[in-house]
Structure formats: structure tokens, C-alpha cells
């Protein structure tokens, strides 16, 4: 479901397409408000009598914590001028910094997927246009790019030591690329293994020859779009995380896990082998989901990963309206975290797409169909708070310092939190482009 974002419009009814304003001020967990920051797009039509309007993706923190990237989706009403860029925020103010663009030009598709390496030298940008764009942050130079045929890149993930990149792809693969050298100029793809499988309703139907003026380029893309809208089992590697001291690789998606059904698949590592496979995922929920003449449970599969800084918790955010928290020194399911707020029974308030937890293990955080971000005690599985947000969640993640929690998602806007208080720290959006695209600043 998470991919219906792409065509990016909300729809009412009558068929128009608006965009709503935020509301003036953010309310904070104990009711006071607390005034807004000032909002960067314009209110105002601009160019082609658009309302800027737009989504945040993937979200993530450098690892000394000052700054934060977030992929955005953004266009003017009607999607006649559409921006899809990689943003660069202070991580403490929320202040915009730049933005990292290819040849100073917006991706062709929507970007899924972030990750900075372990020195924070190196960005990893992947999303719908089936490419990965290496960047030298210290330097703001594009190093590389990696192309993929027809299998969008939903999931990234750099090795503790920044030797290894894991990219996970919408045809159920996952490639791992070694670096060589003293930067990602030439990197060597050693590894790579089929995890997800899917079927097809039916065969998508074939574009017609005559009557559409359509590139070649752009008669693949829409012929990728039609089978994935066919997809009745999506084979997506939705998320990948390493163990912070390197010994396991843990891959999550949609569709069916080869040779296991479902599951979360965890291979050894360096030796990538597999491991195990961690399942429970719609196993034991109370509601169903109906399909043709019958109740269903939902789906078993995950959005979203998360493991702790010292690599003994993995969490996982699912479509059964679940994060299920592991124990990775055994390999087990230690609990079932749920938000009692979410209603029974609407599937589309219950899918989590994002995950975090935070660096000293107190708390696990997730947001998604439920327009909002709930926070759980690790330890306990206690509830601690709902943040609300203006429309569905697709990006959490808390500071390397554990002291904030931010989330973006399709209102727009980013939020930070207090970890503790959960008092509002900052709220910003996107700077609709409307002049030369800037050249990406160097990043120390």
C-alpha cells in the first residue's frame, strides 16, 4: 500500500485536488501550545497556479547528529511542476542547509531510501527510478551511480565498518556491493540472492503503439508502474539492517519468502549465510481483513527495520498493525507492541511503514496509516505516547544522542520531539524550488 504514493494527489469529493494547510500551532502531549515554525513553501499559487503540496520518504540521521536527510516528493497542484530532492537540515534547529541533487537536476523517480555510512562520510540515495547515487559528502560530488533494470531500490544499508552497501530492490533481491579503494567510485557488487517472490494478478496490458508520444524511457517506466499495480503478492525488500558489531544481515519486505513462506530472514555475516528466519508477524491479532467471502488475517509482511546500537534488539514495523521487538542474542520474539487508538478492523489505520528505537534502548517509536507516531517503553512494552501528524507516517527515527525523535511523512511537514518530554522541539518543510537548482554543500 505504501507505494501508492507515488502519484502523489489527494483526492475529494467532486475529483478535486487540494492541499490543506497545517493547522497554526502544534499542540503538545499536556494540551499547551506551542507556536509553529515559519513555513518555508509558499501558501500562495506561484507557478502554474499550483499550491505547493508534497511527501517526506526516508529519513536519516548523520552519525555525529547534526544533520538530518529526507527525501521529499513535491509539486505544485496538479503535478504539473514536481521536485523530488534530497533535503539537508540542521538535525538541532530544523534549519534547511542544502540539497543533494544529481547534476543539479531532481531525480527521475521518488527517493526510497537513505543512509550515511559509518564515518558520515558517504550518502546512499535509492528510490523509484532504479538507480543508486553514491555521494562524497565532504567534497558535495556525486561518486557514482548504480542502475538497476526495472527494480526500484526501497531499502539501503551501509556495514559498521562502511565496507559493504546492502541494496534491497521491489524485484525481491538483495545486492551487496563491496567498497574498493578509498571511496565508493568502484564499487564491486560480490553478493547477490533472491529473498521475496510475488505473483501477478494477470499480465498488465500492453501500451499502445500509436497515439501516446512517449520516450522509451518513459514507455518502460509506465510499463513497471502497470505491473506493479497488478501485484498481488509485491516480491519488495522493503528494509535491511546490519548488527552494529557486523555478525548478522537482517532483510524484511512484502510477498513471499523463498522457501519459507514469511518471515524476517537474518544471514550470517560476513559469511552470508543464511541464518534464520524470525516469524510471527499476523499470527496473533485480534482482527481480520475480508477477502472475497471470507476473514482473513493480514498480511505477515514488514515494512521497516530497526536494531539498537548494541545490536541485541531488532524491531519490526508490520502490515498486521504490529511492531514485533526480537531478542537477537537468541533469536526469539520477546513482545507484541500495538496501539490501543488504532480502530478495528480499518486496515488503513493500522499498517506501520517506519520503525526506531532509540540509542540507550529505552523507548521503540513508529508511525504510519494512523496519522500519527507511537512510542512504546522497550523494556516493558508500555505505551508512553501518541504524537499526532497531519497525515500517514513514512519516516522515524531518533538522534544519535537519543535526546529527539523526528518524523516526516505525506502532510509535508518534518517534526521534531523531545525524547522524555515529547514536547514539540521544531516543525519544517520543504523550500519549493522555483530558480536554478543549488549545487549540494560540503557536509563536515
Known sequence: MRWVAIFGLIIVAGGVIVAQPPPDDVVTPKGKLVPQAPMLAPQTPTIEEGIPVGEFYALSFSPNGRYLAASVRWSARYGVHEERTVDIFDAVT?????????SHHYYEGIVMALAFSPDGRFLAVGGMDSRVYLWDLRAGKLLRTLTFSMAPVEALAFSPDGQWLAVGNRDGRIRLYRRSGQDWTN?????????????????????????????????RRLEQLLAMLRMKKPPFVKAIVFDPKGLWLAVAGT?????????????????RKKAIVLQGHAKDVGWTVRVGNRNEPPRPWVNDLAVSKDGRYLASAGWDGTVRLWDMTAYRQLRKLESPKTPTGRVATRIYNAVSISPDNRFVAAGGFGNQVDVWELATGKRVVSLPTGNIVEGVAFSPDGSRLVAGGWDGWLRAWRVGSWHPLWRQTHRFLESQVPKPIPLR
Open 187 to 219: 564499487p564491486r557488487r560480490l553478493w547477490e540472492r533472491r529473498i521475496f517472490t510475488g505473483d501477478l494478478v494477470k499480465p498488465p496490458p500492453p501500451l499502445p503503439e500509436k497515439g501516446v508520444a512517449l520516450k522509451e524511457s518513459e514507455r
Open 255 to 271: 510477498g513471499d519468502v523463498v522457501k519459507d513462506k514469511e518471515g524476517i530472514v537474518v544471514f550470517a555475516f560476513p559469511q
Open 94 to 102: 530544523g534549519k534547511p542547509l542544502g540539497f543533494y541533487l544529481p
